[in-house]
T-cell receptor
Framework: EDKVVQSPLSLVVHEGDTVTLNCSYEVTNFRSLLWYKQEKKAPTFLFMLTSSGIEKKSGRLSSILDKKELFSILNITATQTGDSAVYLCARTSGTYKYIFGTGTRLKVLA | KAGVTQTPRYLIKTRGQQVTLSCSPISGHRSVSWYQQTPGQGLQFLFEYFSETQRNKGNFPGRFSGRQFSNSRSEMNVSTLELGDSALYLC????????????FGNGTRLTVT
């Protein structure tokens, strides 16, 4: 089955740093790619990307999808300790199903 | 609007037993998906239900089953529990999976001893 690969696996930065998280996949034809933040239990929804090249932004977070090069990135600027979490990306596979990456664990030090 | 509610939060079972987990979706959401999360494998898709019909199933043995009721609430059952079934089981709802994002519950932490 095709995979979703996230990199790096883990990352430690200091408050104020900017981080870029990567999500790559293997198929060209899919409906949407999602980003989630998981702190303790429930992953919380961040972005849904359906079109290549269109950046989505929410505060200090932004994300973009490149369907030609088969990857997506999640940027976090001016990181805060509250950004410490596991960040997950997921891609639709066929219908009614998402394939998740194993996540990037981000730790932001004060 | 209330979020996705999963019960119970924690379960401890012994090998060979069976277990039933429950999920109440966000009001108005008719699609419910179940995922198993383990440290080594990440989130693995179990199955998805819409209007009481299973529309897709992941690569799990037949010991894992589910159902959805007319009010969109869903249950997941695991029979003949094995040690490897220990995991966080997450339920997610959406208005129509694949076209809208999944909204997750806090999960049920199952420990099999």
């Amino acid at each position: 089955e095709d995979k979703v690969v996230q990199s790096p696996l883990s990352l430690v930065v200091h408050e104020g740093d900017t981080v870029t998280l990567n999500c790559s996949y293997e198929v060209t034809n899919f409906r949407s790619l999602l980003w989630y933040k998981q702190e303790k239990k429930a992953p919380t929804f961040l972005f849904m990307l359906t079109s290549s090249g269109i950046e989505k932004k929410s505060g200090r977070l932004s994300s973009i999808l490149d369907k030609k090069e088969l990857f997506s990135i999640l940027n976090i600027t001016a990181t805060q300790t509250g950004d410490s979490a596991v960040y997950l990306c997921a891609r639709t596979s066929g219908t009614y199903k998402y394939i998740f990456g194993t996540g990037t664990r981000l730790k932001v030090l004060a | 609007k209330a979020g996705v509610t999963q019960t119970p939060r924690y379960l401890i079972k012994t090998r060979g037993q069976q277990v039933t987990l429950s999920c109440s979706p966000i009001s108005g959401h008719r699609s419910v998906s179940w995922y198993q999360q383990t440290p080594g494998q990440g989130l693995q898709f179990l199955f998805e239900y819409f209007s009481e019909t299973q529309r897709n199933k992941g690569n799990f043995p037949g010991r894992f089953s589910g159902r959805q009721f007319s009010n969109s609430r869903s249950e997941m059952n695991v029979s003949t529990l094995e040690l490897g079934d220990s995991a966080l089981y997450l339920c997610a709802s959406s208005s129509n999976s694949g076209n809208s994002p999944l909204h997750f519950g806090n999960g049920t932490r199952l420990t099999v001893t």
